[in-house]
């Protein structure tokens, strides 16, 4: 058994929110438990009883009361509902935590210093674009788009929109003019709002044209805004007298619509509840992340990514949202930590490939700085051993680094942190509460201690509502239900460990068979990337007509390196030493650059069919890409 990385202090148990809980359910339920486990089990077990023990530990305020917890369909999860009757607010209980004592937001870009945003400021915003929203006659249910940068403006418009009932969606400015149609085009907004311009990387990006033709093809709306344009400016600059108005919704009404990656079609509308994501990131954020009243919260992300809305609700919390915009490698590499450091941020997160990245680079930074971080927390794709190690070594030994895994389906995590159990390397530390995972086989048992499917035995209040303008819910079904019906297959190869901890090897859907034995990508990125050599990687593995298997491995290298028999036997020989034989590759070529969704992901099935002679139109969006101009090298190869 290998030793953990941390182990939680006794006073950071009893002073954390899961302890509060547990004291919580312990006086007003009389339910006592041996450990975090037999807590896990009963909140599975009992998910009425679990779920609504929440809303009410949590004090989730509504306007009037919820006829029944959980209605589910008879052998289906698709239709279930949640606390039926209750009418709330989201925006109504973010602006709860209003205070003089702390600033709501704090802010830095490339171009702007760090700011701090106060609640009284952040509401005159929300006011004054919600009185622009109200005379445009935005309703309940109207849908509100925005193309926009992850900055203070992006929180109040979201604000605005939530407090009147409307349904909110947004994407990132490095979207492409293709792929934001194809994703608002399905859901018909009534107002867009938009930046002319954005910074990445000390570079400025016009998207004005971008702007004008994406209006042009939304018939749907009735007007648009461009922050930081005259017109913005007298929007805000009217005195609004009036109180924010807070137009509730029923629990199970939409409150934002997310996108799946659209990299081999056009990307579904995936639309959450409103109740169903307030109560989840509650319990995500205050119990698993042990997020307080009072401390900074600091997530590197786009507004395209699921983890700005996760962010967001930090501070439903009573945290100080922590916002960054621009390229964390610009002016230099220690940007994010530099502001971390500035903003005294407790909380901080990032894609793993942030830190995968870093933690190759020649820089001093955590040799001269100190940094009061509680939390690191890491998504997106799996997070190494190595990273983990280096992150105590590097970073702090007493940091709670949180590695979680969900997804923009539930737009949450449902495995992730535990302030009660110790932290081992490689592995999420536990699965989160009322998140009844197993890992199963193809057969369809239960397995422990051996790689299986990621399957979610029972609802949960952040699965989808439904997918906007999905029939029949004929797509929902084919993303989840196909392989085990009433059964959440979530498409991911996991492992319980001894800890009952959780290691995840990757999509299934991208899973490397080699002679008919699974491998996960993970393992082979794992092992690649850990070699300083080795900037990036990407493999895939081609099943071939006459029934045998070609497995390429792309590397993209560091500068000044070159891929010379040394370095590919030195890759063979790391791959046979930490796997196996069979995650050696049959071949390796050098790449200029790995193929990327624009929230980051690895393009193994796109690569994997053009490779097998898919037209490249066919197998990807280049609009859905981060760096669409990587495919060149790809197609250029011979198919097999």
């Known amino acids: 058994m290998n030793n953990p990385l941390w182990v939680p202090p006794a ?11 547990e004291s919580w359910l312990q006086a007003q339920k009389k339910l006592v438990f041996e450990d975090y486990q037999a807590m896990w089990q009963w909140s599975v077990d009992n998910i009425a009883d679990f779920w609504e023990s929440l809303y009410h530990f949590f004090g ?37 935590n209003k205070t003089t004592t702390r600033p709501a937001i704090i802010f830095q870009s490339e171009t702007q210093p760090i700011t701090e945003i106060t609640w009284s400021e952040l509401e005159e915003e929300v006011k004054a674009i919600q009185a622009y929203l109200q005379k445009k006659g935005v309703q309940k249910g109207d849908r509100v788009v925005g193309f926009l940068p992850n900055t203070p403006e992006t929180i109040a418009i ?26 608002f085009q399905q859901i018909e907004p009534k107002i867009l709002f938009a930046c002319k311009e954005y910074h990445y990387g000390g570079k400025v990006f016009d ?12 018939p749907s709306l009735i007007d648009t805004i461009v922050i930081n344009s005259s017109d913005w400016d ?20 939409p409150i934002w619509i997310l996108y799946s990656s659209g990299t081999t079609g056009k990307p579904k509308a995936i639309t959450h509840s409103t109740g169903g994501n307030l109560i989840e990131h509650l319990k995500a954020l205050a119990l698993h992340q042990d997020v307080q009243a009072g401390e900074r919260y600091l997530w590197y992300s786009t507004t395209g990514w699921m983890m700005w809305n996760f962010a967001l609700s930090s501070m ?4 100080t949202l922590c916002l960054y915009d621009g390229s964390p490698g610009y002016p230099n590499i220690d940007v994010l930590w530099t502001f971390a450091r500035d903003a005294k941020v407790d909380h901080f997160g990032g894609g793993a490939a942030f830190y995968i990245n870093y933690m190759k680079q020649d820089t001093a930074f955590f040799q ?15 997070l190494p051993p190595q990273a983990f190690e280096w992150i105590y070594e590097s970073i702090s030994p007493a940091v709670h680094l949180i590695s979680l895994s969900g997804g923009t389906d539930v737009c949450s995590a449902f495995m992730g942190g535990c302030p009660y159990l110790p932290v081992y390397a490689g592995e999420i530390q536990c699965r989160m509460l009322g998140a009844n995972i197993e890992s199963w086989s193809d057969e369809g048992k239960p397995v422990f201690g051996e790689v299986g499917e990621l399957i979610i035995k029972e609802p949960m209040p952040s699965m989808p509502l439904y ?34 901890g959780i290691i995840i090897y990757g999509r299934s859907d991208a899973t490397l068979n080699r002679d008919g034995v699974r491998i996960g990508t993970a393992e082979v990125y794992n092992a690649v990337e850990s070699l300083p050599e080795i900037k990036d990687s990407l493999i895939i593995c081609i099943e071939r007509p006459d029934g045998s298997f070609f497995m390429p491995l792309y590397v993209v290298l560091h500068e000044n390196q070159s891929l010379d028999e040394t370095l590919k036997n030195k890759i063979k020989s790391q791959l046979r030493k930490q796997y196996s034989p069979r995650h050696v590759p049959d071949t390796i070529f050098e790449v200029p650059e790995i193929p990327y969704t624009i929230s980051g992901k690895k393009m193994e099935m796109p690569i994997k069919k053009i490779l097998m002679g898919t037209p490249v139109e066919k197998a990807v969006s280049l609009d859905a890409m981060r760096n669409p101009h990587s495919i060149d090298w790809f197609k250029s190869q011979k198919t097999y």
């Open 368 to 382: 001269k700085n100190q940094l009061s971080l509680k939390t690191i927390g890491s998504t997106g794709s799996p």
């Open 60 to 96: 989730i305020k509504s306007h009037t009361d919820y006829q029944s917890v959980l209605r589910q369909p008879a052998h289906e999860m698709i239709g279930t509902r949640w606390f039926e009757g209750a009418q709330i607010s989201y925006a109504e209980h973010i602006f709860s």
């Open 467 to 500: 997918f906007w303008k999905d029939e029949a819910h004929q797509k929902y079904k084919a993303s989840y239900f196909e392989k085990y019906p009433a059964v959440w297959c979530h498409g991911d190869w996991i492992k319980i460990t001894e800890h009952l």
């Open 11 to 21: 006073t950071y148990i009893n002073q954390s929110n899961l302890k509060k809980y």
């Open 316 to 319: 439903l919390c009573g945290a």
């Open 207 to 218: 998207k004005s044209e971008v702007v004008n033709e994406l209006s042009k093809h939304l």
């Open 158 to 183: 979201f604000l605005a929109v939530n407090s009147l009932g409307a349904i909110w969606s947004c994407c990132s400015p490095d979207f492409g003019l293709e792929s934001l149609i194809d994703r």
């Open 234 to 253: 007298t929007m805000l600059a009217k005195q609004i007298q009036n109180e924010l108005v807070f137009t509730t919704v029923e629990f199970n009404d």
